[in-house]
């Protein structure tokens, strides 16, 4: 679990949670996080799960898909989070999930997202998405 912390002009992603592992982070702040691939803050591979508590995520590209998250096959949560700005090049400004995760929104805004593909704020190409609470 980390908590509390800032991380402010990340070069590169901020977390990549790999095959099988979880995350939690909580009252964080992330700024301007930024890759030439998939998720430009955070990063889920297959089988692994981040969950995201009062987090700010502010800024973040991705030359692929996920200016600020995505997850392949993996879980994500958001909690009471604010994701700002995020922009990606193919598809999901803030959040991009494929083959088969599952995404859970609770208390959120997402704000300010681009993408130059498909989904604005949020690209999925596959089902199994949950949604509650969010506000667009």
Known sequence: VLRTVTLSSVLGRAFEVNDGSA??????????????TFGGAVRVHPGASATLRNVVIEGGTAAGRGG????????????RCT?????????G???????????IIRDSMLVGATSYGDGGAIFK???ATAWSGARR
């Open 23 to 36: 995350l939690v982070v909580e009252d964080t702040f992330l700024a301007t996080a930024g890759v030439m």
């Open 125 to 127: 190409f596959v089902p």
């Open 83 to 91: 994701l700002a700005g995020g922009v990606a090049q193919d598809g």
């Open 68 to 79: 600020q998250i995505h997850a392949e096959q993996g879980m994500v949560t958001l909690e």
């Open 93 to 103: 400004g803030a959040v991009s999930m494929q083959g088969g995760g599952s995404l």
